[in-house]
């Protein structure tokens, strides 16, 4: 049903593309992070992204951090070329604030984030993600993105979170991939393995929420609990799922 398809994902959740002369550069280094470009801070090792716009980000940190906060109104893309963000406390990638926020893996990139510590709060959301966000989430592009997570979540939306395309391994102590009100996925490839649910979606406040929507993709799956968790409905429209217990 392409109606169904074409409302769960706009022309820009599947949009891998981006203009390099156009964003900002984003190089991470421990011995200090250099900015090229608008709308960024680097400080210490954390980067705060406060514009709309594009970020290329590439380089390393061993204990860092990419926070957004931005506008209610501000649409996000982080394009991660070759990065390697490791957080001992809390969120590799914090979305605090925006509209929509889009990870684009750059093609061929092989990008890492990992969270090897127990959480500790840092402000009054209660981060418990590797990739954690307060907005629309959504992770596309023709790279690979490994995520790690020794005590909590893979990836935490707590709005929407869309996966339209990509190469993604998820490790994680608990749900490998979350979206508070929706989980969508167009297509990708998926290594997922967890603690608890590999993809899971619950609303307790909203009960048209809480739903997962798969019309493609290949899913390797090693879950503690469910392989896919709706709390209303789960829609599997395409894709090819090898679902085991871990």
Known sequence: DDTSTDSMFTDRDKEIGYTESESTIITLSNSGTTVNGDGAVAEDSTVTISEEGT?????????????????DDAKIQLVLNGVDITNDTSAAIYVKNA?????????GAENTVSV???????????????????????LNGSGVLTINCDYGHGVVSKDDLAITSGTYVVTAAKHALAGKNSVRIADGSFTLTCGTD?????????????????AGGSFEISAGDDGVHAGTTATILGGTMNISES
């Open 116 to 138: 090897t510590g127990e959480f500790v709060a840092i402000d009054d959301n209660n981060i418990d993600g590797a990739i954690f966000s307060k907005s629309d989430l959504t």
């Open 198 to 214: 590999a993809i899971h979606s619950q609303n307790d406040d909203d009960t048209s929420l809480g739903f997962v929507y798969i």
């Open 55 to 71: 970020y290329i980000l590439s380089g390393s940190l061993s204990d860092g951090q990419i926070v957004v906060d931005a506008a």
């Open 99 to 107: 509209d929509k926020v889009f990870i684009t893996t750059a093609n």
